[in-house]
């Protein structure tokens, strides 16, 4: 049984310190790639839930220096979920994830 069948990730907006912003495609870090692959390969449902929207949260995946890393990912997550600093908005996603255990949901990132 995995203890965690699904991993959330609450991701901080990235914005290019430069002024003007450079034409970089958007990072992350290094062993994220790696990581939503192996989680794939074990079954494990990867998501993601940040301040900015599910739109631009593709879009950021889409062409993430790693290339497109969508098809690891199995949804977004935005505010309309609730504020990122209440923890009913955890709860709310749980929810709407069909999960009834906490203990089910491993949490990464910022929270």
């Known amino acids: ?17 430069q002024s003007p912003p450079c034409d970089r495609l958007p990072c992350c870090h290094r062993d994220v790639p790696d990581m939503l692959v192996e989680w794939r390969n074990a079954g494990i449902k990867s998501y993601i839930y940040s301040s900015g929207s599910r739109e631009a949260q593709r879009l950021f995946f889409e062409h993430s220096q790693a290339g497109d890393l969508r098809p690891f990912l199995c949804g977004f997550f935005d505010t309309t979920s609730g504020p990122k600093t209440e ?5 709310n996603i749980q929810h709407t994830l069909g999960v009834d255990d906490a203990d089910q949901v491993g949490w990464w990132g910022h929270r």
């Open 1 to 17: 049984m995995l203890l965690y069948p699904c991993i959330l990730f609450p991701i901080r907006s990235y914005a290019c310190p």
């Open 87 to 91: 923890a009913a908005s955890y709860t």
